[in-house]
């Protein structure tokens, strides 16, 4: 039986639990699946990784405490149940028995402490660190129990579980994560080679009976979409990932091949850096936002595959702050106004960064540096592969483009990237406004959405006020398969679930 969250969060220390298939033999049979990336790993340590190609294969190799399925529903996973007390501040999780990491030990309550520790420690240096920051102690009484004593109620904590850098890891292996990740998941890593692909084989002693079907599952990299669609269509490949919007018009009757496009929390934008003239000064960051209309920009850049949207809280979610309306065209001369009043009387030339390989994020780039020409902007584009992103570019450069996919969550959707102490703003914008702050850490002492509610509302006025950057769109995620593949889905978190797949004869 499965409860509504917001019925849940009301009953104090129900026990949250699913029927889930009880261990036993996999089942073979279900043939090789290759999938087309764009681009190299950068991290195999599901504590560090950062990209859509690295989030893959967390979800390959490793399992969570909890999962999130397609429809953005969480259910258990390593965790057989939990239960949570009254004030929302002591979670207590029941650990499955019998699971075992690929190299033969069975998992325990210190493989759950040891990777979460890993996670809230700076040295690691984790992107998600403050996502899970409300974490005091960890607890073990006995090999199957975790408790997690948090310093201030939080009534999605379930649902962070099942985020992407914090899948449990072996206790006894931290130090080889980085080249050798060894994890719980359904297929176990056979290799890595840069530029060419991953190979993963199935795993025979996964812990959910008759999973995985595919025998393998290897994640080539291609660089170039055109060689990845037509190593689709010629049937080298089953399936392809992060297809752009101009390649769903192109194979959307292509024969042999399904197309699947799901709306998402995921957003693309021109990250500035607060810290960094000219993006110091709010005017010229605000003049932007009027010089491009972002209307404009969903039909240029996405060919309408997306929404306009002012935070990374998505239109269509009931936190969306419908009140704000959305310039529909631009303004030139409000924009030219706000930069007269910055210091900036004959406009400001600037350089964007956009990366190499990210073909909707490169069209992002230029559409931005063609439609704010006429408001005095001057950009001069600079194309940086992405796998140097990084190191050369992340919270360096004064302008990129980049983009974010979907978390789990409303709050660790924004509280990283928007907090003036979020991790991943000090990899970003360098954002400080003391209402978003606020708004986002009155957010987190609720479990109950209508009391959270208005504070995301409180927190998307101030960043319509007050922008990081230009966070341009909600966009739709998309993949295409071959159709010989079957129960294989796509996922609005941009990861696949490939534990029932097959190939069809």
Known sequence: MRIDRRTALALPALIATAALPRTGATQAGGGNFRIAVSSNLRFLDPAKTTIGEEYMLNQLVFNGLTRMKEDMSVEPELAESWTYSDDLKTWTFKLRRGVRFHHGREMTAEDVIATYRRVLDPATASPARTNYDMIQ?????????????????????????????????????????????????????????????????????????????????????????????????????????????????????????????????????????????????????????????????????????????????????????????????????????????????????????????????????????QLARPAGFEIEIQRVPFGRYSAEVSGKAPFYIDGYFARPTVDTATYGFLHSQGSWNQRLWLYKDERVDKALEAARLTGDPAQQKPHYIEMQRAMFDNPPGYIAYAVNFACAYRDRVKDVATHPMRWFDLRRGYIAA
Not at 178 to 197: E, H, N
Not at 240 to 256: F, M, S, T, Y
Request: charged share 25%.
């Open 137 to 369: 102690a960890i607890e073990a009484p006995d090999p199957a129990t975790v408790i997690f004593r948090l310093s201030y109620p939080y009534g999605g904590f379930a649902d962070i579980l099942s985020d992407r850098q914090v899948k449990i890891v072996p206790a006894d292996k931290l130090d080889t994560l980085a080249t050798q990740p060894i994890g719980t998941g359904p297929f176990t890593f056979r290799s890595y080679t840069p530029g060419d692909r991953v190979t993963l084989a199935r795993f025979a002693d996964y812990w959910e009976a008759g999973q995985p079907r595919f025998d393998a599952v290897e994640l080539r990299v291609l660089p170039e979409m055109a060689v990845r669609i037509a190593a689709l269509q010629a049937g080298d490949l089953d399936a392809v990932w992060d297809l752009g919007p101009e390649n769903i018009r192109q194979l959307k009757d292509a024969r042999g091949v399904r197309v699947e496009s799901v709306a998402t929390a995921s957003w693309d934008g021109g990250i500035m850096n607060n810290a960094i003239a000219p993006f110091n000064d709010v005017r010229v960051r605000r003049a932007l936002h009027l010089a491009v209309a972002k209307a404009d920009v969903v039909e240029a850049v996405l060919f309408g595959e997306g929404k306009p949207t002012i935070s990374p809280i998505p239109p269509g979610h009931p936190f969306y702050a419908n009140d704000i309306r959305l310039p529909e065209r631009a303004d030139v001369a409000g924009a030219r106004r706000l930069l007269r009043e910055a210091g900036h009387p004959n406009g400001v030339k600037v350089p964007l960064v956009i990366p190499v390989g990210r073909p909707v994020r490169e069209r992002l780039g230029v559409t931005l540096q």
